[in-house]
């Protein structure tokens, strides 16, 4: 179960998706030039915080029922709404990314200042960054699996999510090797920095 390591991962900034996660919705909501100026000077600050890394693990899917998922070494998934994902699924990637812990600690440090306004919109970028780079490490592998005619599931599948229990990021954190960039697993599972993301996708033939 070899992991292939993105130390850098470059993206552009998702702004589009910054603005939504921030409230403002195309047509309907405002914003004044003095606005956007000022949310334009926190994406550019805000992107000399980010580290944004990952890493992803291809695996072999061993069996499957209704309930549950077996993959190669020895790795139990039991829900029923990851089995219906994969349910024409050979294979599947791990995925896993983090916006770093510097981004994370001018949130946090910020929030308790009160400057919650330049806070809030360092949560956004965070997290749709993070996000962004998984859609990133899909594009890597997608010519690889065009070239065996696979293709990825439509949807990403994360722990937390529907049956899919939230103690199964210890699974991700291991096998992605997430501790080699610095992220940590909380006895309740959550990631710090709390800007990390994995998810499962399946992968099949076309």
């Not at 510097?102 to 919109?121: L, P, Q, W, Y």
């Not at 990403?156 to 103690?167: C, I, V």
């Amino acid at each position: 179960m070899e992991s292939k390591i993105f130390d850098t991962i470059t993206i552009d900034m998702p702004v589009t998706h910054i603005y939504s996660r921030l409230g403002y919705a195309k047509g309907k909501t405002k914003v004044t030039k003095i606005q956007e100026e000022e949310l334009a000077r926190f994406f550019r600050e805000a992107e000399g915080f980010l580290k944004l890394q990952g890493s992803a693990v291809r695996l072999a899917v061993v069996a499957k029922d209704a309930e549950k998922i077996t993959l190669e070494n020895n790795i139990v998934f039991k829900s029923i709404s990851l089995a219906q994902l994969l349910k024409d699924c050979d294979e599947v990637f791990f995925l896993g990314a983090t916006a770093g812990i510097k981004i994370h600690e001018f949130i946090r440090d910020n929030s308790k200042e009160g400057d919650m306004t330049k806070a809030v919109v360092f949560d956004a970028v965070a997290s749709e960054c993070v996000d962004k780079a998984l859609d990133w490490m899909m594009e890597y592998f997608y010519t690889e699996l065009r070239r065996e005619n696979k293709a990825f599931t439509r949807f990403r599948f994360s722990a937390g999510y529907a049956d899919f229990s939230l103690e199964n990021q210890r699974v991700f954190f291991d096998a992605l090797q997430l501790a080699r960039f610095g992220v940590r697993l909380t006895a309740a599972s959550m990631f710090v920095p709390e800007k990390t993301v994995t998810a499962l996708v399946g992968v099949k033939k076309i």
